[in-house]
């Protein structure tokens, strides 16, 4: 079997709202192979970056286009094509959209692996630990404290254990903080798992004043207070807070993730398998488990994403919970003509081969972006 084409559909809502969400639009790989397989995969980035990184042509041995590598090659030696990406993207690469295209590229992979020897992505990891993760509810906060208290309502009401609310407008004001903060544990009680997604806004000794200020209202964690790169602030923060401490997001690299762990000392390692693909993403978690951390996805794009990650966490001893998105963009929610479920407040694992979940194309090609 060989790959005759890979394809990179960059799809976007009519009307973007100016904010941090990152389900308002996607980048979506298509890998043919002469099989008459098809795999699929996502990158959460620059859309039109990773795109390019895909289409670009041979430039010289370490600076070439991701597709022009992959076309005629067998698209069940995963390790080895991930070997021979980064190598020849060494010039420009070695991180960021690079290895986001890597990783959304490896995901179509393991899904033509799985569909062509017939076993589902998790079996392909080692076997399912779990046939099912429990979610929590992902939210954008809403720019007025009500509006953003009935989401949290909804998210109960829907069967979830747990919630988060993340970026703007918080993180501006303490005073405002607060008020978010406490309206938020008073909707929903003290039984539901309530995550803090700061969104980069503090310093490291903002964080620790605010980690004291929130300690009555019992956050199961505190995410990304601090700028992706600042290890040595997460150090300062990790040994200072009552709370757990999550980030990773922005992450490609298990070096970079060793270390987030090592010298920012994070308590949740946060793995967005559009970001790191199935090659690394099982590294880090090893990596994670052998420092005694806890592992969680992230996940604010499409169905994609979920059924990737899900077959993830559910490979692995060490995952805590699953985030799953629940913006209302048309891209995020109606992607996938056989979505992940989401019943009862958990994830249950797909059966069928590669990921278990298939694009439709009619919003594809609604969204294309030419």
């Known amino acids: ?138 939210n954008m906060f809403q720019f007025e404290v009500s509006d953003t208290v009935d989401r949290a309502k909804h998210a109960v009401d829907t069967g979830h254990t747990g919630v988060k609310f993340g970026w703007e407008p918080f993180g501006k004001n303490e005073a405002m903080d607060l008020r978010y903060v406490e309206a938020i544990r008073t909707a929903i009680g003290d039984d539901v798992d309530f995550m803090l997604d700061v969104g980069l806004a503090w310093d490291a000794k903002t964080t620790v004043r605010r980690a ?16 992706s790169d600042d290890y040595a602030g997460y150090g300062k923060v990790s040994a200072a807070c009552s709370q757990y401490i999550a980030a990773g997001e922005q992450e490609c690299s298990v070096v970079g993730f060793e ?35 806890k592992v969680c996805n992230h996940n604010f794009t499409t169905d994609i994403n979920t059924a990737a990650s899900l077959h993830f966490l559910c490979a692995i001893e060490n995952a805590l919970v699953m985030e799953y998105c629940v913006e209302p963009g048309e891209i995020s929610r109606n992607l996938a003509r056989n979505p992940v479920r989401i019943a009862d407040g958990y994830a249950h694992l797909p059966t069928e081969p590669g990921l278990g979940v298939e694009p439709r194309m009619d919003i594809i090609e609604k969204f294309l972006m030419m």
């Open 212 to 227: 004291q200020l929130f300690e009555p209202y019992k956050l199961f964690w505190i995410e990304e207070p601090l700028h």
């Open 1 to 138: 079997m060989r790959i005759t084409q890979v394809e990179a559909f960059y799809l976007r809502l009519p009307v973007i709202e100016q904010r941090t969400d990152s389900s308002q639009d996607a980048l979506i790989i298509k890998i043919t192979t002469d099989a008459g397989i098809v795999g699929w995969g996502e990158v959460d980035g620059c859309p039109s970056v990773v795109k390019a990184i895909i289409d670009a042509p041979y430039s010289h041995t370490m600076v070439t286009g991701l597709k022009s590598l992959l076309i005629g090659e067998n698209p069940l030696d995963t390790a080895r094509l991930w070997a021979k990406m980064y190598r020849a993207t060494i010039f420009y690469g070695r991180g960021g959209a690079v290895l986001q295209a890597m990783a959304g590229i490896d995901i179509a992979l393991w899904d033509i692996k799985g569909k062509a020897l017939g076993k589902s992505i998790v079996d392909l990891l080692g076997g399912a630990i779990r046939d099912r993760m429990r979610v929590y509810s992902s």
């Open 259 to 293: 270390r987030l762990i090592d010298e920012g000392g994070i308590d949740v390692v946060q793995i967005d398998l559009t970001r790191t693909g199935f090659t690394q993403a099982i590294q880090i978690a090893a990596y994670a488990k052998s420092r005694g951390r």
